[in-house]
């Protein structure tokens, strides 16, 4: 095959040759990874970039997406190796057990079910995840205060209960949370470009606002994830550096450390660099320096220093219910728009807050 063929690349030939093994399993790839697969466009004028077959994965190739044959539900896969990822399957499969994934507050993914490559295979250490469908929690951008704020609260609560049940998460940062945003999409969305429709990815799906159809947010990666006995006052383990590598107590590692107020920074930062420093406040905006003194204790140099998640959660949801419906209708502003645009989307924007108004939806999006 030629590059303008778009062969299969060295990872991705790992789900191919386990494409009839996962449908005999119950999914389907997509027919990029079918036996014998030939590219559609071969033959013909069209390029690869408008083929559906000629996209490869964009972010890990340990994730692949598939169709559950039973009745045609969007999911994805994840795969690991159980050797170097110990407790991954166990902390999934503890937070997906039926009397914690009814709790409302509760924000683990719930894994479908998990795959494990058949003995005698040289990939038996192999466990695959199957859970549903996610796409990231920004994408589409939050419109207002109060759809921001409806995505803290279940960060918030979900960490709070994952250490309520004396897990750490180890690795909460901006990758790791995503959201369900299934009941948004009027189109459903392609897993490797989601903007664009499954179905025609050179069109864009549409979709409703989090306001009108709340997507619910969830944690996912559990793959440094440990838990620990209750017992344990100061649990220690040591240090797994995870995708944020600001962490002030792992500059200089001395031994283990308790990495739960570690988690407490993950999240903060997260807000932090995410959100506080890149929302501006601006004329007939709402900035977010309401939230500036929670974030920087989560942040603080000092592990000792940071409040628990019980103590951050309890303050947000202090800080939260003094804002005035106003204030949590207000237009999030990421940059600072030229005066035209600006004037265009605080027209636009009033308008729809008068109809969100009118059908009498909160002001905080909840699946509750």
């Not at 683990?108 to 549903?132: H, R």
Request: charged share 30%; proline share 7%.
């Amino acid at each position: 095959m030629s590059s303008d063929d778009r062969p299969l690349k060295e990872e991705e030939q790992w789900w191919a040759s386990h494409h009839d093994w996962l449908a005999s399993s119950g999914y389907q790839l997509r027919p990029r990874y079918t036996p014998g697969w030939v590219p559609s466009w071969k033959g013909s004028k069209k390029r690869w970039y408008d083929a559906e077959d000629g996209i490869r994965p964009q972010n890990s190739y340990s994730i692949m997406d598939a169709i559950r044959k039973e009745d045609g539900a969007f999911v994805t896969m994840k795969r690991f190796r159980c050797d170097i990822h110990p407790f991954e399957k166990d902390v999934a499969e503890f937070f997906s057990r039926d009397e914690l994934a009814s709790d409302p507050k509760n924000h683990c993914v719930k894994v479908i079910e998990f795959l494990q490559v058949p003995d005698g295979n040289p990939d038996s250490k192999i466990i695959i995840i199957v859970m549903p469908l996610l796409r990231d929690i920004d994408d589409p951008m939050f419109e207002t205060v109060g759809e921001l704020m409806g995505c803290l609260q279940q960060l918030f609560e979900g960490l709070q209960f994952m250490h309520k049940h004396h897990v750490a998460h180890r690795d909460c940062n901006r990758r790791n949370a995503m959201m369900d945003a299934s009941s948004m999409y009027i189109d459903p969305w392609h897993p490797v470009y989601p903007d664009k429709r499954r179905d025609n990815f050179t069109k864009d799906a549409r979709h409703h606002s989090r306001t009108q159809r709340p997507p619910k947010y969830y944690w996912i990666d559990f793959g440094l994830s440990r838990q620990f006995d209750a017992s344990e006052t100061n649990p220690l383990a040591d240090p797994i550096i995870g995708g944020d590598k600001s962490v002030p107590e792992f500059r200089e590692i001395t031994g283990p450390v308790n990495p739960f107020p570690t988690d407490v920074y993950y999240l903060g930062n997260l807000v932090k660099q995410e959100y506080l420093e890149l929302i501006a406040s601006y004329k007939g905006t709402e900035g977010l320096e309401f939230l500036h003194s929670l974030i920087y204790d989560m942040v603080h140099e000092d592990p000792s220093q940071r409040p628990t998640m019980d103590e951050a959660l309890k303050r947000f949801e202090e800080l939260r219910s003094d804002l005035t419906t106003s204030q949590l209708r207000s237009v999030l502003q990421f940059t600072t728009p030229g005066r035209r645009k600006y004037f265009r989307d605080m027209v636009s924007h009033w308008l729809q807050r008068l109809w969100y108004i009118l059908l009498q939806l909160p002001a905080v999006p909840s699946t509750d």
